[in-house]
């Protein structure tokens, strides 16, 4: 599972309440918006590309 992985990499707090899996929705944009309405998002890790394209364009497009 996913948070075993983590674990298995010493990540810090890897626990079944600190990770937000997919659920309905494939959308990971869904997922980001979720959490960023009560916490900041500083670091997104993945394994593809393609993860990270719209949240490249919510970067480009907002100031910070």
Known sequence: ST????????????KESNVLLRSNSRSK??????V???HEVIMLIGDNLADFNKACDYIRNNKF
Not at 29 to 34: K, P, T, V
């Open 3 to 14: 948070v075993n992985n983590l674990k298995k990499l010493d990540f810090p707090d890897a």
């Open 36 to 38: 960023s309405e009560n």
């Open 29 to 34: 944009s869904e997922r980001r918006r979720f």
